[in-house]
């Protein structure tokens, strides 16, 4: 059963209009992250939710805002879309001071702009 | 700030074939994480290497950790084209923000 849900799993939409991916979780995890990955490039991270509290990446653009109105529950929004912001957007969760510190990561949003 | 460099960042080879991949980091950390993705899909983990000389196994991959070299492996022995993807290792960053930061990636390529 899927622990990490992401909706929508493909999100087409036009320059400079806003879009929402959402993710949810089952494993009651209190640690939440959006990474932004490129095509052929690796994950990088956006932001992190600690709780409650937001971890804002120092280089993330300002477009990119997030939500997390629950434990289980955690918004990335998008402003004003461009061109460059065609990605696919992983979602993850993990326990802090769990042993093994795994992020568990949802199957992904993948962003088109036209 | 914590680097993670990977290398070879594309490799191709043949089936039957060994090879590694290595995976170095910057600074300190004591956790190692190592994830498969294939085209248009998520990270899938394949392991996660805890300590100083760990070494884990599934298959025909087996990563190790040497945290005094600052340096991970993972060796493909006899590889099959059921293993061709990208694969990265990440690292824990510990010191300032806890994060996760991920090497470049290699594209592993197994030729039939």
């Known amino acids: 059963d899927a622990m990490v849900i992401q909706n929508p799993r493909y999100q087409v939409t036009q320059f400079g209009k806003p879009v929402t991916l959402s993710c949810s979780q089952t494993?009651?995890?209190?640690?939440m992250y959006w990474y932004q990955q490129k095509s052929s490039q690796a994950p990088k991270l956006l932001f992190h939710?600690?709780?409650?509290?937001?971890?804002n990446e120092a280089d993330t653009p300002d477009n990119f805002q997030s939500r997390r109105p629950n434990t289980s529950f955690c918004f990335l929004d998008i402003r004003s879309p461009g061109l460059g912001d065609a990605a696919m957007y992983l979602c993850?969760?993990?326990?802090?001071?769990?042993?093994?510190?795994?992020?568990?990561f949802g199957e992904g949003s993948r962003l088109t702009v036209l | 700030e914590l680097k993670v460099e990977q290398n070879p960042l594309f490799l191709s080879m043949q089936e039957g074939k060994n090879y590694t991949i290595y995976c170095n980091y910057s600074t300190t950390s004591d956790r190692l994480y190592w994830y498969r993705q294939d085209p248009g899909k998520s990270l899938e983990s394949l392991f996660v290497?805890?300590?100083?000389?760990a070494v884990k196994q599934e298959g025909r991959l087996m990563a190790s950790l040497d945290t005094k070299a600052r340096l991970s492996t993972l060796h493909i022995t006899a590889a099959v084209h059921d293993l061709s993807a990208t694969y990265f290792c990440?690292?824990?960053?510990?010191?300032?923000?806890?994060?996760?930061?991920f090497g470049q990636g290699t594209r592993l390529t197994i030729n039939p």
């Open positions: 290497l805890l300590s100083n000389g």
């Open positions: 993850a969760t993990s326990r802090a001071g769990e042993v093994t510190g795994e992020l568990f």
């Open positions: 494993l009651n995890h209190n640690v």
């Open positions: 990440a690292v824990i960053q510990i010191q300032g923000a806890q994060k996760l930061v």
């Open positions: 939710y600690y709780d409650k509290d937001f971890n």
